[in-house]
């Protein structure tokens, strides 16, 4: 959410603007001066009026002078910025939890009652730190109207915290390039009341991620496989992605890599959930091992079964 006016949306907004700006005021001051210098001596010093050239030996005060003066603005610079940098690595104790997940690509936040959502649900004026988990390549957690940014290595623990203080819904963006689908790895932070969020935790039905359940069994199982992104590694009309395509697969059998071994198995329900909870047990002959994460944990038996309705319809 951008608005032209500037807001308070984290706790941190304050210390970075301060520290942008400061940097922005010398950057734009030293170019106009030093332009408004260069043109006053290209005209005074032009050659109608100085035929021959002169050498200057130079000037240690000079030289002192241009040294000293970048020297000070710079450890004027460097320490608003660690002024506005420092807070963001001393999390309060007191702070909830979260766990954001990255993978490719999209996010998922999972709270410390067991609750999860697509989106970051989170209070105003309570302090929050996200447990980061990348769970396949390098992503970057960003939301650039809290000012905040924490890269997400695999197998790293790394935290972000922060004091939400504007209600709304702000960008959350994935910064590092991770893939192919990288651009479309964004969602939203929302910050609502604190009634609000507490009547959310308790709401053991408002799941944010739930399928509508007004929709056929097959519409709910594509809502499934849309919301857990797969659909950008496998197709619906059996070009071939990254995995292999949902058209043509059930009820048949595919040629698989297990081990060292090749194997013809069944496209079956147990052979799907197999697929899902430890995808590289048995991979599909000609796509390569290990680009996808198992979602054990992550996607429920009633969802693998919701999925497996829209295959079936799917292949009719």
């Avoid at 890269?151 to 623990?157: A, K, L, S, T, Y």
């Amino acid at each position: 959410m951008y608005t032209a006016e500037p807001q308070q949306a984290s706790n941190f907004v304050a210390g970075v603007d301060l520290a942008f700006l400061i940097t922005l005021g010398v950057s734009i001051f030293f170019l106009i001066a030093l332009t408004v210098i260069m043109l006053v001596f290209i005209r005074k010093y032009r050659k109608e009026k100085h035929p021959e050239a002169i050498q200057n030996e130079g000037s240690n005060k000079l030289e002192a002078l241009w040294t000293g003066i970048p020297l000070v603005l710079v450890l004027v610079m460097f320490y608003f910025g660690w002024m506005g940098w420092r807070p963001m690595k001393n999390p309060p104790e007191e702070a909830m939890h979260v766990t954001a997940i990255a993978r490719m690509w999209n996010f998922r936040f999972e709270y410390e009652n067991g609750k999860f959502s697509d989106s970051l649900i989170v209070p105003i004026n309570e302090p929050v730190i996200l447990d980061l988990v990348a769970l396949d390549v390098l992503h970057s957690l960003y939301i650039p109207a809290f000012r905040v940014k924490e890269d997400m290595v695999p197998g790293q623990d790394k935290v972000m915290w922060f004091i939400p203080g504007t209600p709304g819904e702000f960008d959350l963006f994935c910064t590092e390039y991770c893939g192919l689908q990288h651009s479309y790895m964004f969602t939203v932070v929302k910050v609502i009341s604190k009634e609000e969020f507490d009547a959310w935790m308790t709401d053991t039905t408002a799941v944010t991620t739930v399928v509508d359940t007004e929709l056929s069994l097959a519409d709910q199982g594509w809502e499934v496989l849309t919301r857990n992104a797969c659909n950008a590694c496998h197709s619906s009309d059996g070009s071939k992605l990254i995995g292999p395509s949902y058209l043509g697969g059930w009820g048949g059998t595919r040629t698989v890599v297990s081990g060292r071994e090749e194997l013809q198995v069944a496209v079956d329900e147990a052979y799907i959930m197999r697929s899902i909870f430890d995808p590289d047990a048995e991979v599909v002959k000609g796509f390569n091992k290990s680009l996808m994460q198992p979602y054990e944990g992550m996607i429920t038996e009633e969802e693998v079964k919701l999925i497996i309705e829209y295959l079936k319809a799917l292949n009719e």
